[in-house]
């Protein structure tokens, strides 16, 4: 199983509302990310959970907040979110550690899209 | 910083024919690059990864070369489909295995029945 589980598959909200998107997967992966696409564009990197540990944050508005509250899960709360932060929204996760190419491959689930009005 | 470039932007091909996706990145130090595919609205779907030792990879149709010396990488489709239209994206990482990722813009193939 391959799978990483996103929801929810779409979001609409108000620039005052709060909402969390949600990613898991069962594959025993210890690295995970949260990637932002617009339209015609490719993934661009937001976070990187290690070990259940922020790694990586590439300078991102704090208005996105993730969360990582065990190996399986990583929730990014959403709040007083902009119109330009419409976009498809994807988790990945890759197995982690130090060696091995099959620990090396990401998996994506199929995003949240998200409508900020 | 690594800078990820991909051509053509977009192909067009008839069905049955081999094509060739071209992805060249400017720093070599890489710990490997894998070719994803995208279908419009959805996620991305893993290809082929190659690791920085090695040269080639295959899967199927799919055969994927790393030239790392030249910063380059190929995605080889054989006998391609109309199910292979999709947009193909090429992503390098730097170091370890958490690491980021940096995505080349992507090709748009259509393949014509």
């Known amino acids: 199983d391959t799978e990483v589980t996103q929801t929810p598959k779409h979001l609409v909200m108000g620039m005052t509302n709060k909402k969390s998107l949600k990613c898991e997967q069962h594959m025993g992966h210890r690295a995970m990310y949260w990637y932002k696409q617009k339209a015609k564009k490719p993934p661009e990197l937001m976070f990187v959970?290690?070990?259940?540990?922020?790694?990586i944050n590439e300078s991102v508005p704090s208005r996105f907040s993730p969360e990582c509250p065990n190996s399986s899960l990583l929730n990014l709360h959403l709040h007083a979110l902009q119109p330009e932060d419409s976009a498809l929204y994807l988790c990945?996760?890759?197995?982690?550690?130090?060696?091995?190419?099959?620990?090396?491959?990401?998996?994506f689930g199929a995003g949240t899209r998200l409508s900020v009005l | 910083k690594q800078e990820v470039t991909q051509i053509p932007a977009a192909l067009s091909v008839p069905e049955g024919e081999n094509l060739v996706l071209n992805c060249s990145f400017t720093?070599?130090?890489?710990?490997?690059l894998q070719w994803f595919r995208q279908d419009p609205g959805k996620g991305l779907t893993s290809l082929l990864l190659i690791q920085s030792s090695q040269r080639e990879q295959t899967s199927g149709r799919l055969n994927a070369s790393l030239d790392k010396s030249s910063g380059r990488s190929t995605l080889y489709i054989a006998a391609s489909q109309p199910g292979d239209s999709a947009t193909y994206l090429c992503?390098?990482?730097?170091?370890?295995?958490?690491?980021?990722?940096?995505f080349g813009d992507g090709t748009t193939l259509t393949v014509k029945p």
């Open positions: 992503a390098v990482r730097r170091h370890t295995n958490a690491g980021k990722s940096t």
């Open positions: 720093d070599s130090a890489i710990y490997n």
């Open positions: 990945a996760s890759s197995q982690g550690g130090t060696s091995g190419r099959a620990k090396n491959i990401q998996y």
């Open positions: 959970y290690s070990y259940e540990k922020l790694s």
